[in-house]
Nanobody
């Protein structure tokens, strides 16, 4: 099992920045992929960005390209999401997710989940 704990959410004005962190513990040696998902009220949870744990290859959804940057620190078992130029439509609960295997149909599927952190962007 892998435990994930997010931090760094909060309230920010449009155009501002936030950095989310995700700390992984437990069987971290098994990690193959991690990512950030988000869920806005009344909407389905969606993948925002992902990173392959070993190679560092990244994936971004179009709506965050150029604004968000995902990174990881393997030695510390940490993953980050730097969010710049935030928009009100980025308001959501952001979840950290991790996979112990590589799925052919998903960059990150989400076998393990954190509890989520709220990001609110005011206009």
């Amino acid at each position: 099992q892998v435990q994930l704990v997010e931090s760094g959410g909060g309230l920010v004005q449009a155009g501002g920045s936030l950095r989310l962190s995700c700390a992984a513990s437990g069987r971290t040696a098994s990690l193959q992929a991690m990512g950030w998902f988000r869920q806005a009220p009344g909407k389905e949870r969606e993948l925002v960005a992902g990173v392959r744990w070993i190679s560092g290859r990244t994936y971004y959804k179009d709506f965050v390209k150029g604004r968000f940057t995902i990174s990881r620190d393997n030695a510390k078992n940490l993953m980050y999401l730097q969010m710049n130029s935030l928009k009100p439509e980025d308001t959501a609960v952001y979840y950290c997710a991790a996979d112990p295997i590589i799925y052919s149909d998903y960059f990150v599927r989400g076998e393990y989940w954190g509890q989520g952190t709220q990001v609110t962007v005011s206009s």
